[in-house]
């Protein structure tokens, strides 16, 4: 498809259970990327994908937080013991060639740790 | 490392103004600017992408300049409409191969 599917749209976790999120890539893209969006629009760059290999993991709280991306399924995303500080919007792009084409944005999932 | 900032944070005008929102980067060695569209609640909207060899893009009625020397990028809408209200964010991005965005910039048109 021409879109990254996220999912799910929204997650509730108590503080400590662990979260898993998912994003599908468009067919094509060899680039996945993970950003977190909290308070005010601020967006944190967390990891990023070439194919299933990690490209760039500088952004992640590496004790907590952990990504995969697995011919033919789904990447994903895990956080481990959450806490109330991970609550933000968690967005999956792709791209198939940055340069020229850019990023494409999926929804997002919204985390919430109560 | 890359900052980028975003002028104004939020803008409010009447229906069928033209209008421009102004984005500004600290290093210049930059591979391309991506300017999104963010509507409450939902994820980003690609509008214009500038690579780094280009100095604007046009869709419709909007217009993305980039200026690699000065550190700026404009976003240009012609003939504001209601349903252009949204947040606005550009993004950067240079050799740590990852968007740096801007905070953006909440944007209201009045019928």
């Known amino acids: 498809g021409e879109e990254v599917a996220q999912t799910p749209k929204h997650l509730v976790r108590g503080e400590g259970q662990k979260a898993k999120l998912y994003c599908a890539p468009i067919?094509?893209?060899?680039?996945v990327f993970w950003y977190q969006q909290v308070l005010k629009n601020e967006f944190k760059f967390l990891i990023s994908?070439?194919?299933?290999?990690?490209?760039?993991e500088t952004g992640m709280p590496k004790e907590r937080f952990s990504a995969k991306c697995l011919p033919n399924s789904p990447c994903s995303l895990e956080i481990q013991a959450t806490k109330l500080e991970d609550s933000a919007v968690y967005f999956c792009?792709?791209?198939?060639?940055?340069?020229?084409?850019?990023?494409?944005f999926g929804s997002g999932t919204r985390l919430t740790v109560v | 490392k890359q900052e980028v900032t975003q002028i104004p944070a939020a803008l409010s005008v009447p229906e069928g103004e033209n209008l421009v929102l102004n984005c500004s980067f600290t290093?210049?060695?930059?591979?391309?600017l991506q300017w999104f569209r963010q509507d409450p609640g939902k994820g980003l909207t690609s509008l214009l992408l500038?690579?780094?060899?280009?100095r604007e893009q046009t869709s419709g009625r909007l217009n993305a300049s980039l200026d690699k020397s000065s550190g700026r990028s404009t976003l240009y809408i012609a003939a504001s409409q209601p349903g252009d209200s949204a947040t606005y964010l550009c993004?950067?991005?240079?050799?740590?191969?990852?968007?740096?965005f801007g905070k953006g910039t909440k944007l209201t048109v009045n019928p």
């Open positions: 067919k094509g893209h060899s680039y």
């Open positions: 792009a792709s791209s198939l060639d940055r340069a020229n084409y850019g990023y494409t």
């Open positions: 994908f070439q194919n299933e290999n990690v490209f760039d």
């Open positions: 290093d210049s060695a930059i591979y391309n």
């Open positions: 500038i690579q780094s060899s280009q």
């Open positions: 993004a950067a991005e240079g050799g740590s191969e990852k968007l740096v």
